[in-house]
Structures are given as structure tokens and as C-alpha cells.
């Protein structure tokens, strides 16, 4: 709505999601997804796509272009937005996982599997709310998705860097291509 109907000044985030390339700019931000990368000792990769969404072809001509990803080869959630012939090609097998139920923005959810190497999701409304939380949980690094045109990375994320400081738990906004290397 801000580029459509906009504000007298005008939203700072979304007149530079137009104004910067995608692949310079943070604050241009696609629906949010996770593409994990599993490569096991014998350097076989395994991809695995977590929670398509309406950009999805988007982020893949961006994205998987520029990671070198040549396939997927499962999905949890999201799969009515994709073109199986276009990613999978028509002999490929692809595990659905779609038992993953959408969550009210406005509500604070935990979902947590004990085991390790496991992930807990929470998500919450306000950033106050989720600071709280990671003070709570203590994780080794926090990074956090699905922000509004209200976050702009940069300020936001100066932010982050001197919470991060004084309370000593690394928290950051994410942001579309963003990679994060993780030894299992």
C-alpha cells in the first residue's frame, strides 16, 4: 500500500525495495522461505525446500541461479505454488511434508521437538516480544524473518548489533539470498 497509496514522506523501505536491485538491497524482501542444502561426506547434495510461497518463482530465477542450486528434492508446505515441471522435471521424486498449519500473525505459537538437531519455531508480533524470547530460549545465534515494511535492515539491525552486545546473545534480521553455513 505504501508504493500504491503513499504516506507524505514517503516509506523509506519501500521506495528503496523499487529504487535498489534486489540483490544489493535488503529491504526487498520476497515471501519467506528456507532452501536447505544437506551435503553428506560424500559430497551428495540433498535440497530441501521449506514453505513455498506466492514469490517463489521469483526467488528462484534470483536466487537458485546465483547459489548454483540445480533442483529440489522435497517440500514442506507451500506446494500449490509451484510448477513441478518447471523445477522438478517429470521423473523426479518429491516428498510433500504439508501437515504444517499457518499461524495468525498476531499470535505468540511455540512449537518445540526436543530432540537434537531439532528446531524450535516461535513466532511473535512485536519485536520487544521476541527479544524477550530469545533472552528466554538463549540460542547460539538468532535470525529473524517475516518482518514488515516497518523493519529497515540497516537501522534495525544497528539496533540488533548493540542489544546483541549488551546482552550477549548474536540476534539479526535476515534477508532474501542470505546463507548460513550450520556443522551438524
Known amino acids: 500500500m ?21 540483490e544489493q538491497n535488503p529491504n526487498y524482501r520476497c515471501n519467506t522461505s528456507l532452501l536447505i542444502d544437506y551435503c553428506q561426506s560424500d559430497e551428495k547434495h540433498s535440497y530441501i525446500l521449506i514453505d513455498v510461497g ?7 530465477l534470483r536466487w537458485f541461479t546465483f547459489h548454483k ?11 500449490d505454488y509451484i510448477s513441478l515441471g518447471f523445477l522438478f522435471g517429470e521423473k523426479s521424486r518429491v516428498a510433500y511434508i504439508s501437515d504444517v498449519s499457518r499461524f495468525p500473525a498476531s499470535t505468540e505459537y511455540v512449537i518445540s521437538n526436543a530432540g537434537a538437531g531439532q528446531l524450535d519455531l516461535l513466532i511473535l508480533d512485536t519485536l520487544y516480544k521476541t527479544l524477550e524470547a530469545v533472552k528466554r530460549l538463549c540460542p547460539k545465534r538468532a535470525l529473524l524473518i517475516g518482518m514488515t515494511h516497518e523493519f529497515d535492515h540497516y537501522k534495525d539491525n544497528d539496533f540488533l548489533m548493540e542489544w546483541s ?10 534477508h532474501d539470498g542470505m546463507r548460513v553455513p550450520i556443522e551438524l
Open 69 to 79: 542450486i540445480p533442483r529440489v528434492d522435497s517440500v514442506m508446505h507451500g506446494e
Open 54 to 60: 506466492k514469490t517463489f518463482r521469483e526467488q528462484v
Open 165 to 174: 552486545k549488551r546482552e550477549g546473545i548474536p540476534v539479526q534480521l535476515a
Open 2 to 22: 505504501c508504493l500504491i497509496q503513499p504516506s507524505d514522506p514517503p516509506c523509506h523501505v519501500c521506495s528503496q525495495a523499487l529504487s535498489v536491485p534486489p
